[in-house]
């Protein structure tokens, strides 16, 4: 009964090219980045006409000194420094709105777009480095936003405009100036193209060393506890060896580049200006001519330097870009639907189900289990028998490769994942928190929630004494992960949750396992509650959890070895729950309840 699965990837929604995926975010902000455009080179053009401005005042300074007006030309050249100072500083304030917002716009959808991957992406990648690496795509896009803006632009419309300057003055120089520039483009453009995979490889490197740093910090209680703090300092020493060695060879490549820009300006620039004075000396040039020619000169072929380094910088920074599309901007490996899930009592169908993770054996294959609503389904197996695997399939962490599974008749594949997920609760074996507010954490589960819903809540899952005993009640914060608060006391909130949360399917994931006899027993009262009119799905080890439950499921290597009430299997002669029942009860010394 293999319905057609909708399974194909989806497309990304976000340009996979690092230049690409940079316009994008102009082309929403038009009216911002053409204003700044045109700010930029009203700058660029009014600076070049200071130059000229400077000429003329030369020109009038050199004539008779009683009848020369000097005013008007220094008027003209006071007057182009202000105007030249104004566009900068309204396209500085302009570029700052602008480029800070789409620095901000781009990592959101970066966050957006990768928490959309399934959960076994974050498996295969390292997960602790994708957050750092969104960060760092910011502060590269920002660095290529204002290279383009401050020092790309500007001495490219320098150029043009100094071209229609020297032109005034002999068509030859300004032909020179064209070779020149043309030469030290070509040069640059070369050295960039060939020095991007050095500057790619050092992007990448200096992203496995934040992922090295972020698994050993992250992990840093097993270092403490195996004395390994020399060993993992001796790890981290190698990596950020190779990063340096790859640092250092992107730096050398720029460094060799400037190198080879300052042996051109300095023949290239000089050059002009013996020309220049060449043909003041025959009478064809005025003295303005020649500050006009030299600063001009000085000016377009140090400006192209800066504009080489800005170009290299930004192959760099769009190195590092491209490194992180790669990884983060993939197609998301399973399919949104649009379509909601339609309210209903909670059925929950396997239909023939195969899976198997990549690479590995096949977890399930023709696979079938049918609950009806409201009933409460106990899960047991040994270690690897597919139980955690069957519980990530229904909420869709993953898809199906053959066969289906439906809610109340609808294929979870052809429903939005939200609106799956917001049909589940789960509580999990160890409850993950934010560090965040106690109130915050516990309405996560229903974010428009009232606080005194949020207490209720609280009150249902046995936490709301605890909580009030703390400094700050419900807004003391949890610490990382929630490491001030005992795991008993997680987990309570946790139950919090899924009470506020109220969905019609209830996934319970060993939430009572790890615990101390006390805590469990109160988890154990909240938990009855929380089961109440609602379809569950329980995985759990210890057996005495599931006595009061409507069914039990065992399952052996993703079969369903038995199935029935779990009295009539404790009763079933060689029986696998019964064997486990028998078991668990004669470790406790209990001989006939397991605890
Ligand atoms: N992320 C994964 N990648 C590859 N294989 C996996 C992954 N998770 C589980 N498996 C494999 O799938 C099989 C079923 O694992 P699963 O975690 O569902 O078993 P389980 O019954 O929940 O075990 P346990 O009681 O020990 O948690 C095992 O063979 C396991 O090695």
Known sequence: ??????????????????LAFLWFYVRKRPWHFGGLLLLICGAAFSAVAVQYGMKLLVDAMAGERDSADVWTPLTLFLGLIVLENLFWRVGGWLGCRCIVASCMDLRVDLFRHLTGHPMRYFNEHFAGSLGSRISAVGKAAEVVYASMTWRIMPPVVDFFGALVVLLTVDWRMALALVVFVSLIASLVTLFGVRGRMRHQLYAAQAARVGGELVDAVSNVWTIKAFAARERESLRLAREIGHEAQAHRSSWMYLERMRFLHDMCLAVMAGGMLVWAILRWRQGLATPGDVVLVSALTFRILHGSRELAL????????????????????????????????????????????????????????????????GQKVGI????????????????????????????????????????????????PQETALFNRSIRENIRYGRPQASDEEVEVAARHAYCDTFIRELPQGYDTLVGERG??????????????????????????????????????LEIQAALNDLVLGRTVLAVAHRLSTLSGFDRIVVLSHGRIAEDGPPQELRSRSGGVFGGLWRLQADSFGQGGEPV
């Open 380 to 427: 047991v197996g040994t270690s690897g028998a597919g139980k955690s695997t069957l519980i990530s399939l229904l909420q869709r962490l993953d898809d199906v490769q053959s066969g289906r599974i439906l809610i109340d008749g609808q294929d979870i594949r052809s429903v939005s994942q939200d609106s799956l997920r917001e049909r589940i609760a789960v509580v």
């Open 1 to 18: 009964m293999n319905a057609p699965a909708p399974n194909s990837a989806q497309t990304s929604l976000l340009p996979s090219r690092p």
């Open 483 to 520: 490491v001030m608060l005992s795991g008993g006391q997680r987990q309570r909130l946790g139950i919090a949750r899924a009470f506020l949360k109220d969905a019609p399917i209830l996934i319970l994931d060993e939430a009572t396992s790890a615990l101390d006899t006390h805590s469990e």
């Open 310 to 373: 800005a170009l290299v910088e930004s192959t760099q920074q769009l190195g590092a870009i491209a490194d992180t599309l790669r990884i983060i901007n993939q197609p998301h490996a399973l399919d949104d639907a649009s379509i909601h899930l339609e309210h209903g009592a909670g059925r929950i169908d396997f239909e023939d189900v195969g899976y198997r993770y990549p690479d590995r054996r096949q977890v399930f294959e023709h696979f079938a289990l049918h609950i009806p609503a």
